[in-house]
């Protein structure tokens, strides 16, 4: 799978999806305020959005299908910035952007064969 294909990518991945993982953690604490929990995820979601647009650009190739998967993977990352704005407006629905998201992250590992 070349989706990370460095240490910096690696790191940023990481770092991005424990900041999404700690956002949505810290929403179900009814005690901090929502602004904080939009705040940690945002954060995480601007991360993903540059790792993924930032792959799509270096790995411009001729073959067709592995362009298309680095674009399904930056506009899966979008989702995540509907969740961002539906967390910060208070609304439950972020819920259905996550698991959008979740779905086409496991829809590409699997369209993700090297040949």
Known sequence: M???ADKKNAIATII???LLITGIVLIFFKSIPIL???IVFGIGTLIANI???YIAIKNKTTDIRISRLHRIN???TLTLDIATAMIYTGSSSWVAMVILFVLLKV???????EK
């Open 51 to 53: 790792e993924a647009f």
């Open 16 to 18: 991005s999806y424990l």
């Open 74 to 76: 930056f506009l899966s």
């Open 2 to 4: 070349e989706f990370i």
């Open 36 to 38: 904080v929990p939009a």
């Open 107 to 113: 829809f590409l590992v699997f369209r993700w064969k």
